[in-house]
């Protein structure tokens, strides 16, 4: 069965940082997608960052050159870093690994992210 547990996620204050950790198991995803989602309050759920068995990277335009998105193959977890945060960054992260073609892909449980003064 697979799992996706994730962690860091806390309270932080306008242009802090945070790190969200991601561990999967149950399987191995090497060949596997993995990514960052997000959900404002009232809001649609939204994609963050990717990134690829081969690390090629994709970020959300409102991130990009604030987060970092990386993966250990070997530990199967997936990781982003969050710097500069703002209060719009406030939200749900959820952890995401999708087979790029069989399609099949898993949910980690969300860890709350709140950035306020």
């Known amino acids: 069965q697979v799992q996706l547990v994730e962690s860091g996620g806390g309270q932080v204050q306008p242009g802090g940082s945070l790190r969200l950790s991601c561990a999967a198991s149950g399987g191995i995803f090497r060949n596997y997608l993995m990514g960052w989602y997000r959900q404002a309050p009232g809001k649609q759920r939204e994609l963050v960052a990717t990134i690829s068995n081969g690390e090629t990277t994709n970020y959300a335009d409102s991130v990009k050159g604030r987060f970092t998105i990386s993966r250990d193959n070997a530990k199967n977890t997936v990781s982003l870093q969050m710097s500069s945060l703002r209060s719009e960054d406030t939200g749900v992260y959820y952890c995401?690994?999708?087979?790029?073609?069989?399609?099949?892909?898993?949910w980690g449980q969300g860890t709350q992210v709140t950035v306020s003064s």
């Open positions: 995401n690994i999708r087979h790029p073609i069989l399609g099949n892909q898993y």
